[in-house]
């Protein structure tokens, strides 16, 4: 059954964020695994057995050790919950659409990545405000024609890069004759080629 959002809005809830809550069914599989692991891992610490540090839910008490059964009873409760906090407001951005995004996080880091390695935004060698600035702007150029180029080819930058590197195009002027002479594109490299020049 799906419930409505509580209303929430930034201009008359000052102090508070938005909290989106999503129960996925593998999510929840998986942290009861893990919870059943630490549990088995708890009682055989309180059984005597030696561990290499002391295991989740193991609690001391008068030199005792035991299982903490409170904590492992709340663990069980909360499995499978994953927490979204937002600032933006339910009727610009659906609860949906918040998890989509926090799951798309990826391509940012991503993103940044490429700017360090394939784009080599640093080091900057530039002193100026104006020269620094300018150099970002090409970083970030580059780095929206890389995204557009990964997404039109299916391919990564560093692929599309040493696909096409090796092509070479010169034009010779000899005795008042210029000749042009084209790279040499074989099957893969046109097909990449054709994939880029294609409009969506």
């Known amino acids: 059954m799906l419930k409505a959002e509580p209303v929430w809005k930034p201009s008359v809830h000052t102090g ?4 989106v809550w ?23 610490a309180v059984a005597g ?15 005792a050790t ?14 499978g919950l994953k927490g979204y906090v937002t600032n933006i407001p339910a009727d610009l951005m659906p609860a949906g659409e918040v998890i989509a995004s926090y799951h798309d996080l990826w391509r940012v880091e ?8 394939d784009l080599r935004a640093r080091p900057i060698f530039a002193r100026t405000r104006e ?13 929206a024609v890389a995204r557009e180029a990964q997404i039109r080819s299916g391919y990564s930058i560093r692929h599309i890069i040493r696909a096409l590197k090796p092509l ?7 005795n008042g004759t210029t000749r042009s002479i084209p790279p ?10 054709d994939h880029l020049h294609a409009r969506h």
């Open 16 to 19: 508070s964020w938005r909290a």
């Open 184 to 193: 040499a594109i074989d099957q893969a490299q046109q097909t990449l080629l």
């Open 49 to 63: 057995e030696k561990a290499a540090r002391t295991p989740r839910f193991v609690k001391t008490r008068n030199g």
């Open 66 to 79: 035991m299982l903490d059964e409170a904590s492992l009873a709340r663990a069980r409760r909360l499995a």
């Open 168 to 174: 070479r195009s010169a034009t010779l002027h000899t």
């Open 131 to 143: 020269a620094i600035e300018a150099h970002l702007t090409i970083v970030f150029t580059a780095l």
């Open 110 to 117: 991503q993103s940044f990545r490429m700017s360090k390695t």
């Open 22 to 44: 999503a129960f996925p069914a593998k999510r929840s599989a998986r942290d009861n695994k893990t919870l059943t692991l630490q549990e088995n891992k708890a009682r055989a």
